[in-house]
């Protein structure tokens, strides 16, 4: 089983940056592969991006393609979503998930998720 933590959120202006963590415990952490996914209110939750175990493997969603990066770090137990640019409508709940395997986009494929953290991007 694996604990999953957010961290990072907060509010910025429109054109700024943030950097998301998800820190992980429990065991094998560097076996799961790990999303981002975001909810926005009246909103369904929606994928933001994902890494294989390896780090070898990512993907993004279209609408923050050449804006945010997803990276890992096993050695700490750490997923990190580095955001740029952001705009107004990036603004909502982030949270990370992790599952077995490989990179998928859909929500109910992953098994254990984070608290979420909040991202408010002011116009």
């Known amino acids: 089983q694996v604990q999953l933590v957010e961290s990072g959120g907060g509010l910025v202006q429109a054109g700024g940056s943030l950097r998301l963590s998800c820190a992980a415990s429990?065991?094998?952490?560097?076996?799961?592969?790990i999303g981002w996914f975001r909810q926005a209110p009246g909103k369904e939750r929606e994928f933001v991006a994902a890494?294989?175990?390896?780090?070898?493997?990512?993907a993004h969603a279209d609408s923050v393609k050449g804006r945010f990066t997803i990276s890992r770090d096993n050695a700490k137990n750490t997923v990190t979503l580095q955001m740029n640019s952001l705009k107004p409508e990036d603004t909502a709940v982030y949270y990370c998930?992790?599952?077995?395997?490989?990179?998928?986009?859909?929500?109910?494929?992953?098994?254990?998720w984070g608290q979420g953290t909040q991202v408010t991007v002011s116009s």
């Open positions: 890494i294989s175990w390896s780090g070898s493997v990512t």
């Open positions: 998930a992790a599952k077995s395997y490989g990179v998928d986009l859909r929500r109910g494929k992953y098994d254990y």
């Open positions: 429990g065991r094998a952490f560097s076996s799961y592969a």
